[in-house]
């Protein structure tokens, strides 16, 4: 079976919906491909930063994304190395109505996001289609993809074919497969950790309105509390290449370092069964010299995979497709587009990647390598001085992580009213 569109986005993830929503409002004709039956998957990226809760009420569904379940985080804090701990990043300070981080299941967000982009004539999504290879044209420029389809409930291939586009954007992830095809091999940065999540239960009275993220270090490891609805969402780190010995010491070891490291959830940690309920995240860095060939685009973390230091992954992935479409839209209605286009969503989306990357490396060094190598960080004195005594600059540091060093505004073309 063979078919065409102007551009096909491959990956069903906040970048990819974002970027379909955005090309369709502008008339673009896109599909999305997504190998998934849903978006049902845990221990996802949760965190939506204030640039795009802003880019949501600029699209005109603020609203409706608002009475979706979530949670808000308030705060950031820093171990002050006396047992207590200082606030380094207050987003309360920010103006509102953006002066938060909400924690809202993905899976919520993307079927909030497709079903605003099903409202637009010609947004396409197709569920259970896996891309298996890049389509190229006489000259060698990517000419769209082929694919395959499976059965929801059985995985049994349903058959095959190609998709012709003008341009093909790869949004499918760290692991990038459009990315291996198109021979683009990315720069990889040391990570000294890996990240295991899980959840446990809340306790009726710990029903916090906003909560904050305090690390909990340990001799060589550190664990973080994500404050859901109905429960903590909680990331252990440890040392990479730690998972086989992990597994191999059993759920009651692992039950003892949660235990060890935050003794006011030891009444709960019988909720892990079994290593079964501990999902591994291989953590990465790293980012492409070159985001595009003629044909294709790369963004979010097929360009660049971004530590979960900070959370800004998604949200730097959704900027991405949101200046993507702001430069590809017209000269894809024009039938005009070429690679200087694709070279200017690299341009103009670098600046950010690498500096949020720098701060991530920085974090790894003077943080995370420590704690792996059994060594306790410390503030520096001076910033423990400045945060405690000068509360007021806890807002840089906050709008930082909210934003982000170049937050991109919803191109005119996709904006509207909000909705009733």
């Not at 664990?223 to 290449?241: C, N, P, V």
């Amino acid at each position: 079976m063979g078919s065409s569109t102007q551009c096909v986005v491959v990956g069903g993830g906040p970048a990819g919906i974002v970027l379909g929503l955005l090309l369709a409002r502008a008339g673009v004709e896109v599909t999305v491909l997504e190998k998934h039956a849903d978006f049902l998957r845990d221990f996802r990226g949760d965190t939506v930063h204030a640039s795009t809760i802003r880019l949501l009420d600029e699209l005109g569904l603020g609203e409706g994304f608002r009475q979706l379940p979530q949670s808000k985080l308030g705060n950031f804090q820093l171990p002050a190395g006396t047992g207590d701990s200082v606030i380094l990043a207050d987003f309360g300070l920010l103006k509102e109505p953006y002066n938060y981080v909400a924690m809202v299941p993905q899976w919520d967000l993307l079927n909030f996001l497709v079903e605003a982009a099903k409202q637009e004539p010609t947004f396409t999504l197709r569920m259970n289609t896996e891309v298996t290879e890049l389509l190229r044209d006489g000259s060698g420029a990517v000419s769209g993809v082929a694919y395959r389809t499976r059965d929801p409930l059985t995985g049994e291939n349903l058959g095959t074919g190609e998709l012709k586009a003008a341009l093909t954007v790869a949004c499918d992830g760290r692991s990038s497969m459009l990315r291996a095809r198109a021979g683009l091999v990315p720069r990889e940065f040391p990570v000294p950790f890996d990240t295991w999540w899980f959840r446990l239960p809340r306790n009726a009275d710990e029903r916090d309105p906003v909560a904050s993220i305090a690390p909990s270090f340990g001799t060589s490891d550190v664990l973080l509390s994500l404050t859901r609805k109905d429960f903590y969402q909680i990331a252990y780190l440890a040392a990479k290449g730690l998972d086989p010995k992990l597994r191999a010491e059993g759920v009651e070891a692992f039950r003892a370092r949660v235990a060890r490291l935050r003794p006011d959830l030891s009444d709960r940690v019988d909720n892990i069964r079994s290593v079964d309920d501990l999902h591994l995240l291989d953590v990465k860095l790293n980012r492409l010299s070159e985001w595009h060939k003629p044909g294709l685009l790369l963004i979010g973390d097929a360009a660049h995979a971004m530590s979960p230091a900070g959370g800004v992954g998604i949200n730097l992935a959704v900027q991405d497709a949101v200046a993507a479409a702001r430069i590809i839209a017209s000269p894809l209605l024009s039938k005009t587009l070429d690679d200087r286009h694709l070279a200017a969503v690299q341009k103009r989306r670098w600046p950010p990647t690498v500096i949020v990357q720098t701060f991530q490396r920085v974090l790894h060094r003077v943080i995370f390598a420590q704690v792996m190598a059994g060594k306790q960080p410390k503030p520096p004195k001076l910033l423990l001085i400045v945060l405690r005594n000068f509360p007021g600059l806890r807002k840089l540091p906050a709008r930082m992580i909210a934003f982000g060093p170049r937050p991109e505004h919803a191109p005119q073309f996709a904006r509207r009213k909000p909705d009733a």
